[in-house]
C-alpha cells in the first residue's frame, strides 16, 4: 500500500514538473516575441491567450435552451 502511494506521489510530482517546465516555455517564448516586436509583454500575452481561446470548439451551453428545452433542476 505505501508504495503505491509513494509510487503515485512520483507521478504526480513528475507531471507538476513537466507542466512548470512547459509554462516556463512557453512564458519565455512570449517574452521574446515581445521583445522583437517591441510591444509590452501583457499585450502579446492576452493576443496569446485569446488566440487560443478562439481556437477552441467549446460547445455552447446554451444552445439547449435556445431550442425550447427544459433547463435542469
Not at 519565455?28 to 509590452?40: E, H, I, N, T, Y
Not at 500575452?45 to 460547445?59: C, Q, R
Amino acid at each position: 500500500m505505501k508504495k503505491s502511494a509513494a509510487a503515485a506521489a512520483a507521478v504526480d510530482e513528475d507531471t507538476r514538473d513537466a507542466s512548470l517546465r512547459v509554462s516556463k516555455r512557453m512564458r519565455d517564448s512570449l517574452k521574446a516575441a515581445a521583445a522583437v516586436m517591441g510591444r509590452p509583454l501583457y499585450d502579446v500575452t492576452n493576443e496569446a491567450i485569446n488566440d487560443y481561446l478562439g481556437g477552441l470548439k467549446l460547445p455552447d451551453p446554451l444552445a439547449g435552451l435556445r431550442k425550447g428545452g427544459k433547463a435542469r433542476k
